[in-house]
C-alpha cells in the first residue's frame, strides 16, 4: 500500500487526497499525518527536505513534492486521466497548475511569517509583497475562470484546494471581490465530494 504524509491543512497535500479519489485510488492510499516541525518525525528521513505531501511508495522509497506525485497517480492510473499527455491541452493545465500552487506558495509564506517569527519581527512589506502576488492571480482568474471538465484535471483541483487555503487561514476573505470564483469553486465542491470530505477545521 502506498502511504500519504500530510497534514489535514495542507493544501499540496489535500491535492493528492482529491485526485487519489478522481482517479479511483483512496482505497489504495494509507494516509499518515506528519508533523514537519517535529525533529522526530520520520519525515525528515523520508524527504530530506523535510516537506510534505510525500509519498511513500512499496519499495519504501519516497516521491515529492506534490506536482511529481501527481504525475505519478495519474500514469498509476493508466495515463492522460488528470494530466492530458500533449498538447495545447496539456500546457494549459499545468500553466494553471503552477499559478495554483503559486497561491498556495505566497498564502504559506504569509502564514509563516507569523507562525514562524515575532510579532515585533514581522515585515509588513513582505507579507504585502505575498498578498499583491495573491491578489494578481486571482483578478486573473476572475477574469476567466476555469472550464470544470467531466474529471477535473490537476490545474482545477490546485485552484479548488488555493481557493480553499484562503478559505482556511485568511477567513475567507477573497469572496468579496471575486463572486465568479466563488461561484466556480461551489461547482467543484458539488462535483467532487472530495473536496468537503478532505477540509480542513
Known amino acids: 500500500m502506498l502511504i500519504l504524509r500530510s497534514s489535514p491543512p495542507s493544501p499540496f497535500g489535500r491535492k493528492i487526497k482529491i485526485a487519489a479519489s478522481l482517479l479511483g485510488l483512496s482505497d489504495q492510499i494509507k494516509i499518515e499525518t506528519t508533523d514537519t516541525n517535529d525533529p522526530s518525525d520520520s519525515i525528515r528521513k523520508q524527504n530530506p527536505l523535510g516537506k510534505i505531501p510525500a509519498l511513500i511508495l512499496e519499495d519504501g522509497s519516497a516521491l515529492f513534492d506534490s506536482p511529481v506525485i501527481l504525475e505519478y497517480l495519474d500514469a498509476f492510473a493508466g495515463g492522460g486521466k488528470i494530466i492530458p ?117
Do not use: S
Open 85 to 201: 499527455r500533449e498538447g495545447k491541452a496539456r500546457w494549459d493545465v499545468l500553466r494553471l497548475h503552477a499559478i495554483a500552487d503559486g497561491i498556495m506558495d505566497a498564502a504559506l509564506l504569509q502564514v509563516y511569517e507569523k507562525r514562524f517569527r515575532p510579532e515585533e519581527h514581522w515585515v509588513a512589506k513582505w507579507t504585502d509583497y505575498q498578498a499583491e502576488k495573491v491578489a494578481r492571480t486571482l483578478d486573473v482568474l476572475e477574469a476567466a475562470p476555469p472550464a470544470l471538465t467531466a474529471v477535473p484535471d490537476i490545474g482545477q483541483i490546485g485552484l479548488a484546494c488555493a481557493l480553499g487555503y484562503l478559505d482556511l487561514r485568511f477567513e475567507g476573505k477573497w469572496r468579496a471581490k471575486y463572486p465568479k470564483l466563488v461561484a466556480w469553486l461551489d461547482d467543484f465542491a458539488t462535483k467532487v465530494p472530495a473536496f468537503e470530505k478532505t477540509k480542513a477545521h
